[in-house]
Each structure stands twice: as structure tokens, then as C-alpha cells.
């Protein structure tokens, strides 16, 4: 190592070749071992780089695909929020109106209950259409008046 700092010129000492810098380094010839275990790690860095460069795109495809999944989240969440408003406001308007009704019945019952009171004539049943009903007096005596029946009940009894 110090042999390379020497040649680098890194290490004390004058310099004062033209032809020498600081910092460049003198190529020395590599052994065709050392030459396969450096073109072996740039072609394993290269393929590292390849797929870095492949996952990130994956990455970015895929947060661009989450962020599109969670607008439509938002949009599907605002649709159910606004069917579940509407739905109170249906079942408020649906217990309204089911009061309205229960009020109305029990107004109708009780015209009904006061017709059947002031006109009790109303409930009495219409002859068919087209007979005319004749007064009491012109109709024929199927039975024979009786008067009210006596009825006898067992001695200790009603």
C-alpha cells in the first residue's frame, strides 16, 4: 500500500516530474485472476444497478397505483356517507308521514264513530236497486204477529 501512496505521490517526497500529478494513480498491470474478480464485480454491480433501477420503477408504479386506490376509497366513502344521510333523511320523512297517517285514521274513526251516533238511519241496509219497498201496511203477514215470548227458567237458575 505504501509502495501505490509513494507512486500517487500521496505520501511526502518532490514531485517535480511534468509528467506526474497528484492523485493519479499509475495503471499496473493486473493478473488475469485479478482482472476476472474485477470484471466479475462491475458485471455484478451492473446487474445490482439494472434491478435497483427496475425495483424503483415497480415502486413508483405501485405507490402511483396506491395513491389512485386510495382517491377511489375517498370517492366510494363519500358515496356511502352520502346513501347513509339520505337514508335518515328517508326514515325521518317515513316516520313522519307514518304519524300523519296513525292522525288521520284516528280522525276518520271518530267522524265515523259520530255519524254512526247522530245519523244511526246510515247503517241500515239499502234495498237492491230498482225494487221499490212498499209501506208497511200493503206487505203481506208471512208469520203471525206474536208478542213477546215468555221463557221459563228451571227452578234455583237463572
Known amino acids: 500500500m505504501t509502495d501505490v501512496m509513494q507512486r500517487n505521490g500521496a505520501v511526502g517526497g ?4 511534468g509528467k506526474r500529478k497528484l492523485g493519479v494513480v ?3 498491470p493486473l493478473s488475469e485472476r485479478s482482472q476476472q474478480v474485477v470484471e466479475a464485480g462491475l458485471a455484478e454491480y451492473q446487474r445490482i444497478r ?3 433501477t427496475r425495483l424503483a ?3 413508483s408504479r405501485a405507490e402511483s397505483r396506491l395513491h389512485m386506490l386510495e ?3 375517498n370517492i366510494r366513502d363519500r358515496e356511502v356517507s352520502d346513501l347513509r344521510n339520505r337514508c335518515a333523511e328517508l326514515e325521518q320523512i317515513v316516520d313522519r308521514k307514518t304519524g300523519d297517517y296513525a292522525v288521520l285514521e284516528t280522525m276518520l274513526y271518530n267522524v265515523k264513530v259520530q255519524l254512526d251516533t247522530f245519523m244511526p238511519a246510515r247503517n241500515a241496509p239499502v234495498p237492491p236497486h ?3 219497498s212498499r209501506p208497511a201496511r200493503e206487505r203481506p203477514a208471512l208469520l203471525p204477529e206474536k208478542g213477546p215470548k215468555e221463557v221459563a227458567f228451571p227452578a234455583g237458575g237463572e
Open 14 to 17: 518532490d514531485n517535480r516530474e
Open 26 to 28: 499509475e495503471q499496473m
Open 50 to 52: 439494472d434491478e435497483s
Open 57 to 59: 420503477e415497480e415502486l
Open 71 to 73: 382517491v377511489e376509497i
Open 130 to 132: 230498482g225494487l221499490v
